[in-house]
Structures are given as C-alpha cells and as structure tokens.
C-alpha cells in the first residue's frame, strides 16, 4: 500500500488518509478508520479498540463499502485475537453486522480459519495467524483493485472504440472502500489517467449520499471531470445521450450472475438495457458467493426509515444509541421503505469485471470459472 501512496504523490496526487489501518500503540493494537460519516467535511480517523467499537463503526457506515468491509472483518478477528478477547464471539458479531455485502463474512472467516488453525501452538501465535490473513486479505485487494482497473480500461476501448468515455457511476466504489484504488471508481480513474475520461456523472445515492460526499470527494481529489446529479435525473440524462457505459460495483454476485448493489442500480440497469447502453459491473472475486443461488436468495439490507424522512450528515442521522437527529422532511411518524440495496437480474448486466479478467455475457457457467481463474491469479 505503501508503493501506492508513493505512486500519487509522484502523480502530484493528494495525500489520502488510509481508508484503514493497523495500529499497535502503547496501549495495545487498535484498527484506526478514517470515519467516512464525517466526509467530505472532515477527514477524521476513528479508533477502535474493540470488537464492539468495530461493530458500531460498521453499522453506522463509519467503514462501508463491500472489500473494505471484509478488510475490516479480519482485521477485527485479529482484534480479537491481539487483545485475548473471545474470538469466535467476535467473529459472529462481526459477519452478522451487516448482512448484504458477502465480503464482510468472508473476511471473517479468512481470518478466524487461520486463528484456529494456529490454535494449537497458542494464543499468541494464533492471533499472529489472524494478522497475517487479515493483512493478506488487504494487500490481495489492492492488487485485484489494479488488476481490475486494466481489465475494465481495457474492456471499455473495446465497447467504445471512439474514446471519451461519458461514465455514469452509483454509489461509492474507490479508495475508500478498497485496499488500493477501488473497483468501478479505479476503472474510471485509469480513463482519466489514460486521457479517455470526458465525464464521471456521479449519482448523488440516497438515502446517505454516497455519491455526493465520498465519490465527488475522490473525484475532486483525483482530477476528474465528474458532475453530481440526483438519482432520478439519470433518465434524462440517458434520453438525452450523454451516457456511454454505466461502472458500478456490488456487494453480491451470486452463482447465476445476480448483481447486489446499492439501491438504485437496479433502475440504472433497466435505463441502460432500454437506452443500449453498456452496464458493467466490477467487483472482485471475493464478492462472488457460489453459495447463493440467485438474486432472490441475497439478503437485502433494511435500514431504519429515519435515513430517509431526516435530512442530515450521516453522523447526526446515525448518532449514537440509533437513527436521531437531523432535519425532518416528512410528517412525524411517517413510514419509510429504506432497503439498503436492490438487484440486477445477469441479464441486465453487460459484463462483470473482476481480478480474473471480464466475463461477458453473465452466465452462472462463466460465473464458475471466473472462481476457478481467480485462484489462479
Ligand atoms: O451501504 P454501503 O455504502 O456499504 O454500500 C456500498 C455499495 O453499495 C458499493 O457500491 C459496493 O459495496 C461496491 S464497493 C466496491
């Protein structure tokens, strides 16, 4: 990770404050967050000492986002471990909370898998055990992050051999939920870098406005072109032509290809199949689960209604002891219907872009060896 930082600041890039990080300070290791509830306003890390801290930074989106989410799962099991907690309770809390993005169970389990593995020799080398997975698990990100970045550059010169690239994005999908530069987000930053870039359109993303706060922050940060527009103005903006390719992430793919993503992508699929636009989705491996059969079997997300009948910085919306604060803009006591993702039938997506290299069609067979590739990788 070190190299990359390096690497933007030969660029003449901003500084970035690392998404996360492992701490060992006098009073014992910590996971050190840079708390993306308080973004674009204030770059302010947060200090977990313990798996419960974590738990609440996860819930609250203080740390979101599906590979950094499974990042943090095993840098909380290694936590737990460093600290002589209980680390098969951790490890629960940890994979149940939040229920949508595979990732975050994965990362659990990567590292629990080596603490217990470890077990026999004692607890210190079982918690060294966790530590190395989790620190693996990171650095496998980044390089999935860049590879993924050359897969989708490349897959976009051969869908739009003119260049200039009109990109529509959802959500948020770079460094800050990434051991490197991301997934959809670093594909739209190696256009730009390429001189492909004409235009990031940057979906705001309600209800938390991941759009507005982080991607137009990272896009700014970057040097993008990139232009903020409210989720349902993206219509016109197809009707009007000014869309080439939708980039987005995901939090689920299952075994047919169904996409889990942040509400609202599923709409964006629905305009671009209508308006012959490609929808590409890029995701690592990690966010494939073979054990999910289909779209119907992912578990989506609800959160609570204030996020949507509240108007405010996510941290005062997820203040503590749950949803409070903010500017009310509907009646008291109205009710609000506030899934955190939806998903995308495979034959809406155009390709799925991953580590591996892009499959294109989406089909459970190609979904398969894209896993078999990866292991390869
Ligand atoms: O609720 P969030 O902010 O964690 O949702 C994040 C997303 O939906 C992202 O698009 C997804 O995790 C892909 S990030 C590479």
């Given at each position: 990770?070190?190299?990359?930082?390096?690497?933007?600041?030969?660029?003449?890039?901003?500084?970035?404050i690392p998404s996360l990080r492992w701490e060992e300070?006098?009073?014992?290791?910590?996971?050190?967050?840079?708390?993306?509830?308080?973004?674009?306003?204030?770059?302010?890390?947060?200090?977990?000492?313990?798996?419960?801290?974590?738990?609440?930074?996860?819930?609250?989106?203080?740390?979101?986002?599906?590979?950094?989410?499974?990042?943090?799962?095993?840098?909380?099991?290694?936590?737990?471990?460093?600290?002589?907690?209980?680390?098969?309770?951790?490890?629960?809390?940890?994979?149940?909370?939040?229920?949508?993005?595979?990732?975050?169970?994965?990362?659990?389990?990567?590292?629990?898998?080596?603490?217990r593995t470890a077990a026999g020799k004692g607890s210190a080398p079982a918690a060294q055990a966790a530590l190395a997975a989790a620190r693996e698990l990171h650095q496998q990100d980044a390089d999935a992050s860049a590879r993924m970045a050359g897969h989708g550059l490349a897959l976009l010169d051969e869908l739009l051999p003119e260049g200039n690239h009109r990109i529509l994005t959802h959500c948020n999908t770079?460094?800050?939920?990434?051991?490197?530069?991301?997934?959809?987000?670093?594909?739209?930053?190696?256009?730009?870098?390429?001189?492909r870039l004409r235009r990031l359109w940057v979906d705001e993303t309600r209800p938390l406005l991941q759009g507005a706060r982080l991607t137009a922050y990272e896009a700014a940060r970057g040097g993008l072109a990139y232009t903020l527009l409210t989720d349902n103005a993206a219509g016109s903006l197809f009707a009007a032509g000014e869309v080439d390719?939708?980039?987005?992430?995901?939090?689920?793919?299952?075994?047919?290809?169904?996409?889990?993503?942040?509400?609202?992508?599923?709409?964006?699929?629905?305009?671009?199949?209508?308006?012959?636009?490609?929808?590409?989705?890029?995701?690592?491996?990690?966010?494939?689960?073979?054990?999910?059969?289909?779209?119907?079997?992912?578990?989506?997300?609800?959160?609570?209604?204030?996020?949507?009948?509240?108007?405010?910085?996510?941290?005062?919306?997820?203040?503590?002891?749950?949803?409070?604060?903010?500017?009310?803009?509907?009646?008291?006591?109205?009710?609000?219907?506030?899934p955190a993702f939806d998903v995308t039938p495979p034959e809406l997506v155009t390709a799925i872009v991953t580590e591996a290299g892009a499959l294109s069609p989406v089909t459970g067979g190609g979904i398969a060896e894209l896993c078999v590739r990866s292991r390869q990788v």
């Open positions: 990770m070190a190299d990359q930082y390096a690497q933007n600041q030969a660029r003449g890039e901003p500084r970035r300070s006098p009073e014992g290791p910590i996971v050190v967050l840079l708390d993306q509830t308080r973004l674009p306003a204030d770059e302010v890390e947060l200090s977990c000492t313990d798996v419960p801290a974590l738990v609440q930074a996860i819930k609250t989106l203080a740390v979101r986002g599906a590979p950094l989410l499974g990042i943090a799962g095993a840098y909380g099991v290694a936590l737990a471990a460093a600290r002589g907690q209980d680390v098969e309770e951790a490890a629960s809390l940890l994979g149940r909370s939040r229920p949508t993005a595979v990732n975050l169970a994965y990362g659990v389990r990567r590292a629990l898998d080596a603490y770079g460094a800050l939920v990434s051991g490197g530069e991301g997934t959809a987000f670093a594909v739209a930053l190696a256009a730009h870098r390429a001189g390719a939708v980039l987005i992430g995901a939090d689920r793919i299952a075994a047919d290809g169904s996409v889990a993503n942040k509400v609202g992508s599923y709409p964006l699929a629905v305009l671009a199949k209508y308006h012959h636009v490609p929808f590409i989705v890029v995701a690592p491996t990690t966010t494939i689960d073979l054990d999910t059969a289909d779209g119907a079997m992912i578990e989506v997300e609800q959160r609570s209604g204030h996020e949507v009948t509240y108007v405010a910085a996510p941290h005062l919306l997820t203040a503590e002891g749950g949803a409070s604060g903010g500017v009310p803009v509907a009646p008291l006591g109205t009710p609000a219907y506030n």
